[in-house]
């Protein structure tokens, strides 16, 4: 990797699995408002950076940089969706309010934690990838991807209306299908993990594949295949699909 890239900033996104009645597992996903800077307007996963206070708090319950990013993701996916992914128990719905709008208003997790008098089980997420894009003159970010499943009877997820401007749940083949359409857009590493997903009929499925699988960083890269310019990544990281024509996908 080049040595004038800018440093990534770490970051951790949740994929969030809701079994359905009939057929594959739904994933919930978020509509970025189109003046974010980073994938504005694309469907994305739950997630976001990680923050300083992510990596104290793990220093204090006696974890490292994989706890901190596990935080981050447990923060975000409350943040951006009101769900409360990865706590011991869940808390009841205004204390979950208040937990969320604490974090809106800039305090920390474990602060909003605290005073819901909640606790955090880490385990519950499940390690599934890491990408971090070498791209130039863009953000570049070092993302941690974790599986959760929704918890029995978790509350309904409601978008936070400040970053993202919708969210909505839907089958990993049914977000393929509409991008495919031109119903709505996914970022490249979106798209190779939904393609990745796809495989599964159960979040049970996912899960012994991911633990199977040993993660290490994609870095895509640009190569000439068949007379056109591509975006690549390794092929055994567990991706079914592992280039696309540069021209067609979208990098954030």
Not at 79 to 85: D, S, T
Not at 190 to 219: C, G, K, M
Request: glycine share 6%; net charge negative.
């Amino acid at each position: 990797m080049s040595d004038d890239l800018p440093d990534a900033i770490p970051a951790a996104t949740l994929i969030i699995f809701r079994e359905a009645k009939a057929g594959p597992p739904e994933l919930l996903m978020v509509e970025r408002a189109k003046a974010m800077v980073f994938a504005g307007g694309a469907m994305v996963f739950p997630g976001g950076r990680i923050d300083p206070a992510d990596y104290a708090m793990a220093e204090l319950i006696g974890g490292d940089e994989e706890s901190a990013s596990r935080i981050a993701a447990i923060r975000e996916t409350i943040e951006e969706a009101g769900l409360p992914i990865g706590l011991s128990t869940l808390p009841s719905a205004d204390r979950l309010a208040e937990m969320r709008a604490a974090l809106h208003a800039g305090e920390t997790l474990a602060e909003a934690l605290a005073a819901a008098e909640a606790t955090l089980d880490l385990r519950q997420l499940v390690p599934w990838a890491r990408w971090r894009p070498a791209h130039r003159n863009m953000r570049i970010f070092d993302t941690r991807f974790y599986l959760a499943e929704l918890p029995a009877n978790a509350p309904r997820a409601t978008v936070d209306q400040t970053e993202n401007v919708r969210l909505v749940w839907a089958t990993a083949q049914q977000v393929l299908a509409d991008a495919d359409a031109g119903k709505l857009e996914v970022i490249f590493p979106t798209r190779r993990n939904l393609e990745r997903l796809a495989q599964f009929n159960s979040f049970a499925d996912a899960a012994a594949h991911a633990e199977a699988t040993p993660i290490r960083t994609v870095t895509p890269w640009s190569e000439t295949r068949n007379g056109e310019e591509h975006l690549c990544i390794p092929d055994d990281c567990g991706y079914p699909v592992t280039s696309e024509v540069i021209a067609r996908a979208m990098r954030g």
